[in-house]
């Protein structure tokens, strides 16, 4: 039979609140997307400035890596967080195989803002504040969905790894957005400090 596991309360509204981040964010850029192709002129919102570009980003040939513009794909997948964390507060119980399915989903996720996040860095040259949004909802997604696969043990993993985990799960999401956020800063240094 195979092993399952529900989740407590702090990480189902974690599951949610991160969905419900994500999806937001995904929302918001898929309008102003279709607005964009409406009228070549529009500007969205969170066009700030020359760094803060939320226009340059989805004008980009990365907005639309699967022929089809990226956050689409995140009102699907964050819908999903959203629907496994509240899945979760009605107290559904969930299989090894899901749990790792799951995974294999923030696996992904964290793979794909990572390569947007380069992209938008040190490719297209602007930031969208939206986007931003949505890597720090998969960010934190990612490392909670691993802690808990860890401490469940649906991933093989040392005891004192899984007792890291347990205490400090929190520190590597924690230093993950750091580094995003140093790589930000120290991009445009010369613009914020100017």
């Known amino acids: 039979m195979a092993r399952t596991a ?10 949610v609140l991160t969905g419900a981040g ?5 929302w918001v850029i ?3 997307k279709f607005k964009l192709l409406q009228n070549p002129n529009f500007t969205p919102g969170c066009s700030l400035n020359p760094v803060v570009s939320c226009g340059s980003v989805m004008k980009s040939a990365q907005a639309s890596v699967f022929g089809f513009p990226n956050p689409m794909l995140g009102l699907v997948a964050y819908g999903i967080v959203i ?15 899901y749990w790792l399915t799951f995974n294999a989903g923030c696996l992904f996720g964290i793979g794909f803002v990572s390569w947007l996040q380069f992209e938008s ?8 504040l939206w986007c931003a949004l949505a890597w720090a909802a998969t960010i934190l997604l990612f490392w ?7 401490r469940n043990m ?4 040392p005891r004192p790894l899984r007792v890291f985990f347990d205490e400090f799960t929190w520190v590597l999401a924690l230093l993950h957005i750091a580094v ?10 010369d613009f914020w400090t100017s």
């Open 180 to 189: 995003v956020g140093l790589l930000v800063l120290t991009r445009w240094w």
């Open 30 to 32: 898929t309008i102003d």
């Open 144 to 150: 909670y969905v691993i802690s808990f696969n860890v």
């Open 22 to 26: 994500g999806l937001l964010a995904s």
């Open 6 to 15: 529900g989740a407590g309360r702090s990480f189902a509204l974690l599951l």
């Open 83 to 97: 629907c496994v964390g509240v899945s979760l507060l009605a107290g559904t119980v969930f299989p090894r195989w």
């Open 154 to 157: 649906f991933l093989p993993a």
């Open 121 to 128: 860095l040190y490719r297209i040259n602007a930031l969208c």
